[in-house]
């Protein structure tokens, strides 16, 4: 079964600087993979999505890539603000093809940006 | 505003109550989804329905039980039977067109006394 991985349980940056977090996937390459951002005590929010024949998205300050061979996505925020400090979901198709619509999850990347 | 309301926000219960946490969407998407989500966990999935008087159980459907009689109500029952049912809980909805992008409710945190 698929299993997705993002391997920082927290992260600690300046403002201004640009914060990197990373989601790895361990089988199959799925269609497109989601990012969405979690504030504490508030559901998690959808912020971008790629597609496995797309290299990069942007979206004002945020950028994602995907990396099939790698089987990796970032996540980017340039010019962090404290205002940015949240945990950040990586998703994707639970089964093969997301027939069923399912998304799994990972355990998310605490971000803390500090003044 | 469309969205997805979810209540209560904060619920106490005594061991061996069921409860029932409600989420309600007006966004008028077709499938519908129930998580669970713990400290240092990734969210889980309960259960899901894609279409009205149709669900499906998810990864940790034990202890749960849930309804879809109309399109923008999906109530799920923590059962007595759930040994550990102190969570956040969360409700999704997804349109059904295209790529899978959920809408979350703002959650429910249920502790068991």
């Known amino acids: 079964s698929q299993k997705i991985e993002q391997n920082s349980e927290a992260l600690n940056i300046q403002e201004g600087k640009t914060a990197t977090l990373t989601c790895n996937y361990t089988n199959y390459s799925p269609a497109y993979l989601q990012w969405y951002r979690q504030d504490p005590g508030r559901g998690p929010v959808f912020l971008l999505l790629?597609?496995?024949?797309?290299k990069e998205k942007r979206k004002e300050r945020l950028k994602v890539t995907f990396d099939t061979t790698l089987k990796q996505s970032l996540f980017h925020i340039t010019a962090s603000q404290p205002a940015d400090s949240a945990t950040y979901l990586c998703a994707l198709d639970a089964d093969y093809g997301g027939s069923q619509g399912n998304l799994i999850f990972g355990k998310g990347t605490k971000l803390s940006v500090k003044p | 505003d469309g969205g997805i309301t979810q209540s209560p926000k904060y619920l106490f219960r005594k061991e061996g109550q069921n409860v029932t946490l409600s989420c309600e969407q007006n966004l008028n998407h077709d499938a519908m989804y129930w998580y669970r989500q713990d400290p240092g966990q990734g969210l889980r999935l309960i259960y899901y329905?894609?279409?009205?008087?149709?669900?499906q159980k998810g990864d940790i459907a034990e202890g749960y039980s849930v309804s879809r009689e109309k399109k923008e109500s999906f109530p799920l029952t923590v059962t007595s039977a759930q040994k550990n049912p102190t969570a956040f809980y969360l409700c999704a909805s997804r349109e059904g067109h295209g790529a899978n992008v959920l809408t979350f409710g703002a959650g429910s945190r249920l502790t068991v006394l």
């Open positions: 329905s894609q279409i009205v008087n149709d669900f």
């Open positions: 790629i597609r496995e024949n797309e």
